[in-house]
């Protein structure tokens, strides 16, 4: 069975700093997209950051351009989410998301999920 476990989440300031990880066990990631999302509550889930797990070629929602950064480790089947400069509309829990084949932004299209962690930043 594929897992996906995050970790890293917290209380921050506002233009603090965390590192999210995901842990990924039960599958080989080949040819998929290694994706973060987050959702607060009454809002949709929202895609955040996208990297392929074989070329390391990444995407951003335009919301966290220029402060996350997502990252892998093939290695060690961990995919990473820095964020800087935290905002308290970055406050939600973020979810760690996994698919075969090209890069969605659609959560519905994702085939295995973490259980989340929760960030809040603080004004």
């Known amino acids: 069975q594929v897992q996906l476990v995050e970790s890293g989440g917290g209380l921050v300031q506002a233009g603090g700093s965390l590192r999210l990880s995901c842990t990924a066990s039960?599958?080989?990631?080949?040819?998929?997209?290694m994706s973060w999302f987050r959702q607060t509550p009454g809002k949709e889930r929202e895609f955040v950051a996208t990297?392929?797990?074989?070329?390391?070629?990444?995407g951003y929602a335009d919301s966290v351009k220029g402060r996350f950064t997502i990252s892998r480790d093939n290695a060690k089947n961990t995919v990473f989410l820095q964020m800087n400069s935290l905002k308290p509309e970055d406050t939600a829990v973020y979810y760690c998301?996994?698919?075969?084949?090209?890069?969605?932004?659609?959560?519905?299209?994702?085939?295995?999920w973490g259980q989340g962690t929760q960030v809040t930043v603080s004004s």
């Open positions: 990297i392929s797990w074989t070329f390391g070629t990444t």
């Open positions: 998301a996994a698919r075969g084949g090209y890069s969605d932004s659609d959560p519905s299209r994702y085939n295995y």
């Open positions: 039960g599958h080989t990631f080949a040819g998929y997209h």
